[in-house]
C-alpha cells in the first residue's frame, strides 16, 4: 500500500519515459503499453483499484473520501463512464483500500477514520451503505480490505499492527470473528491476502515480515509462518497469493517484489526495477505474469517464471499506487497519486 514519499517522478513525454525506463532493466525485454484509457475526477490520490469480477466495471478509492464506480471500454477515446459514487461522511477521511465481494454485488471500502463500510454495488441502488463496523480503541486507520472467496468473511488490515476476520453475511454484518495481532513493535499492516481456499490469510507489516495465518473456524488467528526479507529491505507495502495458492508475492520499499513458495518458505524470484518503493502487486489470474506498481510513477508487467520485466506501462505523473488484473488477463489497471486510474490494453503474455 502507500508508504512515505521517496521521490516525486515528473516526465516530459511517454516518449521520454519509456526511454528512461529501458535503462534500468539490463535483463528486459521490455515494450511500451498498448491503448490507454483515464478515469478522471477524483480530487485526491487514488490509493486501490479493482475489477468487478464480471470485468465490465472498475472501482477506484481515494483521499477525496470516495470511492466510484465506472463502467470501462479499452476501445473508448474518452474516460470511463461513472456509474455511480460511494462516499463517506464529511470530513477529512480518505479510502486507503476497495474491494468487489466475489458475486459483484457490493463493495468494501476501508478508511483512515478505522471504518469499514459495505455498499450496494447493483445498478438499481449502487452507492448505498448497508453496513458500517470500526476498529475499537482509537479507529487506527484501515490500510487494505479483502473479501474471502465464498465471500462470506471480510479481511482488514490497519495501522495499528491486527488484521481482523469479520462476518459478512447479511444476517450479521460487521461481527468480529477473529483478530490477527502482529508482535509488539511490527508497525502496522499494510495489505492483506485471503489464500485461494479461504483457509489462510496473508498480512504484510511496516517491519518488513509477511505473515501466513490459520483463517479456519478451528484456530482462526494463528500464525503458521513468517516470510522475512533480507536485512535493509524495509516495510511491506503489498501481499498477493498465487492463484494456486503456492506462491506468495510481495512488494516492499526497497523497491523490491519479491516471489516466495509457500510450502518452503523460500524466495524464489527477485523482481528489481523500480527507482523507490512498490507499493502494489499482483498475479495475473492465469499465475504466469506479475504487476507492480512504484513510486516511480510506473507499473511493470513481469514474467512470473524468469523474472524478466515484459512491459513497461508509463503515463502517471506521480507515484503509482495500487495496480490490478481484468479477469481474463487482457487489461491491467493502475491507480495513481496524480488523481487518475488508467486502464491499459495488454494481455498477459508470459515467455
Known amino acids: 500500500m502507500r508508504m512515505a514519499i521517496l521521490r516525486r517522478c515528473r516526465r516530459a513525454s511517454l516518449v521520454l519515459t519509456f526511454a528512461l525506463s529501458l535503462a534500468i532493466y539490463s535483463n528486459a525485454s521490455a515494450q511500451s503499453s498498448g491503448n490507454v484509457q483515464y478515469f478522471t475526477g477524483h480530487t485526491g490520490s487514488i490509493n486501490s483499484v479493482a475489477f468487478s469480477p464480471d470485468g465490465k466495471l472498475v472501482l477506484t478509492g481515494s483521499a477525496d473520501g470516495s470511492a466510484r464506480l465506472w463502467q470501462w471500454d479499452t476501445t473508448a477515446s474518452s474516460a470511463g463512464k461513472q456509474i455511480a459514487a460511494f462516499s463517506t461522511p464529511a470530513g477529512n477521511i480518505g479510502v486507503n483500500s476497495v474491494a468487489f465481494s466475489p458475486d459483484g454485488k457490493l463493495v468494501l471500502t476501508g478508511g483512515t477514520d478505522g471504518v469499514v463500510r459495505l455498499w450496494e454495488a447493483t445498478a438499481a441502488t449502487a452507492g448505498k451503505d448497508i453496513a458500517e463496523f470500526s476498529i475499537p480503541k482509537g479507529g487506527a486507520s484501515i490500510n487494505s480490505v479483502a473479501f474471502s472467496p465464498d465471500g462470506k468473511l471480510i479481511l482488514t488490515g490497519s495501522a495499528d499492527g491486527t488484521a481482523r476476520l469479520w ?57 503458521v509462518a513468517d516470510f522475512s526479507a533480507p536485512k535493509g529491505s524495509g516495510g511491506v507495502n503489498s501481499v498477493a497469493f498465487s492463484p494456486d495458492g503456492k506462491q506468495v508475492l510481495t512488494g516492499s520499499t526497497d523497491g523490491v517484489a519479491r516471489l516466495w513458495e509457500v510450502a518452503s518458505r523460500s524466495q524464489q524470484t527477485k523482481f ?68 487518475t486510474a488508467a486502464l491499459w490494453n495488454y494481455s498477459c503474455r508470459a515467455k
Open 167 to 223: 462476518d459478512a453475511t447479511a444476517s450479521t454484518p460487521g461481527k468480529d470473528i477473529a483478530d490477527f495481532s502482529t508482535p509488539k513493535g511490527s508497525g502496522g499492516i499494510n495489505s492483506v491476502a485471503f489464500s485461494p481456499d479461504g483457509k489462510q490469510v496473508l498480512t504484510g507489516s511496516t517491519d518488513g515480515v509477511v505473515r501466513l495465518w490459520d483463517a479456519t473456524a478451528s484456530t482462526p488467528g494463528k500464525d
Open 272 to 339: 528489481d526495477g523500480h527507482k523507490g518503493s512498490v507499493n502494489s502487486v499482483a498475479f495475473s489470474h492465469s499465475g504466469l505474469c506479475a504487476l507492480t506498481g512504484g513510486d516511480d510513477s510506473i507499473a511493470i508487467a513481469w514474467d512470473v517464471q524468469s523474472g524478466k520485466a515484459l512491459s513497461l506501462f508509463s503515463g502517471h505523473k506521480d507515484r503509482v499506487l495500487s495496480v490490478a488484473w481484468a479477469p481474463n488477463d487482457d487489461s491491467i489497471l493502475t491507480g495513481s497519486a496524480d488523481t
